[in-house]
């Protein structure tokens, strides 16, 4: 921790092993998914497909902001398979 840097509080979110498949899939498949700062206790989510980025317009908090990330990377799973984008 750099002088002066406070430590921000983004949460503690334990994945089951099936979201962690999720999570493989979609970033072997060029899907990221990742928290973008609002501000110190807020986050946006984005989400990045083959070098095209989105932000979501909900800003969330540490209460579901990994619970949303996971509920993305499922989304992509199930949206589009086994197949590669």
Known sequence: NAVGVRK???GHF???SKQREHMRWCINNGIKISPFAKSTYEWYVDIEINGRKNRSPHVHTKKDLWEQIFNYYKYYYNKYGKNTI
Request: net charge neutral; no cysteine; hydrophobic share 65%.
């Open 8 to 10: 921000i509080n983004m």
């Open 14 to 16: 334990m994945a089951t």
